[in-house]
């Protein structure tokens, strides 16, 4: 990190000195599903919903249709509304693998809902880049793998950032600089801010209060008088960008995974194979880097009709053995043949959950004895002496040996 | 059908029957119930999920014979609430009739002609004493696997070991072995493989018996035990080759008194607090050392006199599976065998060798 200027003044005592909290939000997250896999709603004012909509889609938001809203009157606001009945398996499967792409840019990911997340992203910057970088690279590969348009904010705090990316929505990327905080929130309304609500909203705006900027000149005993305390003490700390708390990413992660899109073109099983082989090696030596290994592997399909499929395993005994893995994820690539023959493969992804500390591992007696580590913790061992590329599977020679951004430990 | 006898007693055959009665019948609606057959004055109350049927033999004062199938648990509940004493019990047309003092009640019977038939067993029976066979279940049934993803590995081996029987069950990660020399009741080479929740049913009725009488058969074992009768499915497919996994030689012995190494699992244990966290076992001819330690919450320790041959060695184990093998394990000295930190360790009684536990180390790094 470049040394700082000069000590931020006292009312920065709470930012961090670096924006590097990112805020990820999918836009319109059930509709836009909706319209990535019926074209026929691409481009056309649509909600999704039964008695109330649960979610509209831009072209349906320009005419005032919004979420909670009854389909009734959402119509009678947008005539020619289409509204679909939700598909939550399709939702939670998307949410998945975006978040399986937030996991694979860095291990301090919290999830707020099945559509946001906090990422942070601070300390990657010789690994990454700068977290502006991370945040484009991020976007392009949901939009890529995934088929979604997600915006991301950037900012020194949890709030900032949650406020950059309601202001970049649709499809946005916006950076609040470091030192830049008040300047960016002081102009907003203060509808903006968390906990202002239409009762909190009306109280300070016939006070004359109506942005972030007035409020904060408020001093703390007259807000306290409007607001009570506890709402007071809040407001006010938001709208000095005072928001000490950090990305917390609860227990450790379940699971360990690594995806990759194909393209549209026909794949040879061979060539799919070489995917699921590289894969495989990556998950396996982040699992063990990581010193943790784990029982259930899943295999994540997306098919040239864009649909997706799932398929699980679990083997005997909890591992991060590359073979062990890698023989599984074949078997269930092999259950999925027919479908891939059929439809074609356009997204492959393979994770490793149930994860639990490698450093105490019960170990199993050797009904099938003949699977051993050693070879793993070779390759492992120079790797990390001579880089990643510097020993590779036969079958991924003559393959770009890395496509993927490098990773934080996990 | 019509009788009466004691509540105590028709509570506790109801209660036994009921144990193998189909969780809200499953496929079978008629299965939620228990069949009960009147003859004389014999009753056999019968329930059954199909893999598991358990038939409970009782003297009554009957009055006209018939069969019929109660709801298991509304007449198990009815029964049970009674006071002490004398009830009727009758069945005319869909209902069945209890009858207790001034209490009556009227319960919708199930079609009996649905309940399926259950063959009788003509396997040839051996008889072994309840307490061994009780005590050989204890030892080696908590072995099997609950995992219902492992079939095999939830089953108890019966063999022929010898001129005895052997049980074997393993959850992959221990293995338990006990021999029950004399008890020759499957030919040479011969073994059945019983599902271990069978067996868990059979050591709760071997209590206070006296004699068990075992008839292992091609797809159904069977065992009775005074006037039970439970017969359970077999498990199919092979049991792992457990016998190339025992050892064949030791070189690190160590002798420790039973009871004083399960206390001492037992304290230590409360500070292995996460899931996997192991109980360490250092060994050195100081003696043996407990040791366990859970990140952020603490630690225990505890030294033990112990007698040991070997090299200064430190295996970690899961404490429950450690603390099993000691307190199933007979006499108040046992030994551990142990080859290295990865290898199966053995526990036995010093000087036994009818019961082995085979337990696998937790790898610590």
Known sequence: MPPQDDPPACEHMFVHEEATIMHADLDSFFASVEQRDDPSLRGRPMAVGGGVILAASYEAKAFGVRTAMGVGRARLACPGLIVVPPRFHAYSEASRAVFALFEDTTPLVEGISIDEAFLEVGGLRRLAGRPVEIAARLRARVRDEVGLAITVGIASTKFLAKVASAVAKPDGLLLVPAGTELAFLHPLPIERLWGVGPATSERLRSRGILTVGELAAVPGNALASMLGRGAAHHLNALAHARDPRRVETGRRRRSIGAQRALGSRPHTPAEIDTSLVALVDRVTSRMRKAERVGRTVMLRLRLGDFSRLTRSHSVAEATAHTPTILMAARALLESSGPLIAERGLTLVGISVGNLVDERAVQLSLPFDAGSSGALDAAVDDIRTRFGTGSVTRAVLLHHSPSLEMPLLPD | ?365
């Open chain 2, 1 to 365: 059908m019509k009788f009466r006898c004691e509540r105590d007693v028709l509570v506790e055959a109801l209660g036994a029957a009921g144990r193998a009665v189909a969780n809200r019948g499953g496929a079978l609606p008629v299965l939620s119930g228990v069949r009960a057959e009147l003859e004389g004055d014999r009753l056999r109350l019968t329930g059954s999920d199909l893999e598991l049927t358990i038939a409970v033999d009782i003297t009554v004062a009957g009055s006209a014979d018939g069969l019929a199938v109660l709801p298991s648990r509304v007449a198990t509940d009815v029964v049970r609430s009674l006071d002490s004493g004398s009830v009727e019990v009758s069945v005319e047309g869909d209902e069945a009739h209890i009858t207790s003092g001034r209490f009556q009640s009227a319960i919708r019977v199930l079609p009996a002609d649905e309940f399926p038939r259950l063959a009788q067993p003509t396997d040839d029976a051996v008889t072994l004493a309840a307490a061994d066979f009780a005590e050989a279940l204890h030892q080696v049934v908590p072995a099997a696997s609950a995992d219902d993803a492992r079939p095999i590995l939830t089953g108890v081996l019966m063999a022929a070991e010898g001129h005895g029987l052997r049980l074997v069950a393993t959850d992959s990660y221990r293995l338990a072995v006990r021999d029950l020399p004399g008890a020759s009741i499957l030919r040479e080479g011969q073994s059945v493989l019983v599902p271990s929740r069978a067996l868990r049913e059979l050591e709760r009725l071997l209590g206070g018996a006296a004699e068990v009488t075992l008839r292992l058969g091609e797809r159904e074992a069977t065992f009775e035990v005074g006037g039970v009768r439970l017969t359970t499915r077999l498990i199919e497919g092979e049991f792992p080759n457990y016998r190339g996994l025992i050892p064949v030689s030791h070189p690190n012995r160590l002798t420790v008194g039973r009871e004083a190494l399960a206390e001492a699992v037992r304290r230590v244990k409360l500070m292995a607090r996460e899931p996997n966290t192991p109980v360490r076992l250092g060994m050195s001819s100081d003696g043996l050392e407990l040791i366990a330690i859970t990140q952020d919450v603490g630690q225990a320790h505890e030294q033990l006199d112990a007698d040991y041959a070997g090299t200064e060695l430190t295996v970690a184990f899961n404490p429950d599976y450690l603390l099993n093998g000691v307190e199933v394990t007979p006499g108040d000295e046992i030994v551990l065998d142990t080859v290295d930190a990865q290898k199966p360790a053995v526990i036995r009684a010093n000087g036994g060798n009818e019961f082995l536990y085979l337990l696998m180390p937790v790898r610590v790094s």
